[in-house]
Every structure is written in C-alpha cells, then in structure tokens.
C-alpha cells in the first residue's frame, strides 16, 4: 500500500456522509459494510452485501479485488517487540512481494517504514497467525497500553480497522501529546475491538 492510497483510506474512514455508496456496484451500504482492495488503484473501496458475497471466492477478484476479512482476533502475545518498534501503537501490513511495512499513527496520518526482513520471519515463525496473515488486508495491531487499559494488546484486524483508528486518533489530537482525549479514544477504540471481535486466543 502506497502512502497516498494510506491517506485517501484514512480520510474516507473519517469522512462518513449521510448515504455511502459500494465502491463496486454504487448501491447504498450499510453502516457496517464490508471492504475491497483494489490492487489496481491501490485503495480500499466500500463494499455492499451483494459484491461482498461475490468477493468471498478469492477468483472473483480476478488478481486486482480482494476482500478484507470481516473478523479479528487478539492474540495472546506474538514476540512483536523483537521487531523494535519504536512507539507504543503501531499497525503490520504485508505486502504482495513478502515485504512487511509498519504504519505508526499520528495525527498527520502515519509514518511507514519497512519491517526488517530477518525479524520479521523469526516473529512469524513463532506466531503461525502472523504467517497466514493476509496481504494488503489484514494487520498486526500492536498497542502497548496504558497502565488503566489492562497492559499491551495484539490483534490481527483487518485493515480498515486500522485506518479507523488513525481517523479517530486525527479527530481527538489536541496539542504535542495528544490530549487525555484522544487516550481515551484510543482505549475505547480497544474496547471495542474486544466486543465485536472476541476473547483473546493463542498464537496459533
């Protein structure tokens, strides 16, 4: 994912008007609506339930859609701080050509670099979750925490999760450090993710 098609993602997932549209066939969605990559473009679109049917056969997309998973799950504590991340929130994304780019949020957007390949195999060879990853579409969440949120959390998500939170963290940044609100917002984001994604389960 290019950091323009990153930004454009994150902006959509800020910007929800009062009637979307699916990407694919311009029906209306519902709030809680699905999303496709296009390889093509490089962006997530809006998926209807109809298109999002179609897109569950993976050669339905033809090489250039690809469906992001509707599920998440957290994990119980893949090695992800051999990968030296340098903040306390940052999201994984694989790519096609196996490279691996960390995005750490900010409320300019994110800042990506690539993930050492050498760590990154020695993480996924101890986590099998991490190994079935799937490009473009889902993610290694990592979020250290805060001493009121329970400790550091883990989660594979799919991506439009993350872009989610980077709206949110844009929308309730205030001053250099952010601001108790947007702490809040970032845990009840959390919250969140266990509610409608479940317990936590083991690495493999």
Not at 11 to 40: F, K, L, S, Y
Not at 60 to 82: D, F, K, M, S
Not at 193 to 203: D, K, W
Request: positive net charge; proline residues 6%.
């Amino acid at each position: 994912m290019t950091a323009g098609a990153l930004q454009r993602a994150i902006r959509r997932a800020g910007q929800r008007t009062a009637v979307e549209r699916c990407g694919m066939c311009a029906g209306t969605v519902n709030p809680e609506h699905r999303h496709v990559w296009d390889e093509q473009d490089g962006e997530l679109l809006c998926a209807c339930t109809p298109c999002s049917l179609l897109f569950e056969r993976d050669a339905a997309g033809a090489g250039r859609y690809q469906l992001a998973p509707a599920r998440g799950r957290r994990l119980t504590g893949p090695p992800a701080g051999e990968l030296g991340v340098p903040v306390g929130l940052v999201f994984f994304v694989k790519q096609r050509d196996g490279r691996v780019l960390g995005h750490y949020p900010s409320p300019l957007g994110t800042t990506e670099s690539e993930i050492d390949a050498g760590a990154w195999r020695t993480v996924e060879a101890r986590s099998p979750a991490l190994a079935e990853l799937k490009p473009r579409v889902e993610a290694l969440l990592v979020w250290t925490g805060t001493p009121h949120s329970g400790g550091a959390q883990q989660w594979v998500v799919p991506v439009d999760d993350c872009f989610r939170l980077v709206a949110l963290i844009r929308r309730h940044w205030t001053g250099m450090s952010g601001g108790s609100a947007v702490w809040r917002a970032i845990a009840g984001f959390f919250d969140d993710l266990g509610r409608r994604h479940g317990r936590p389960s083991g690495n493999d």
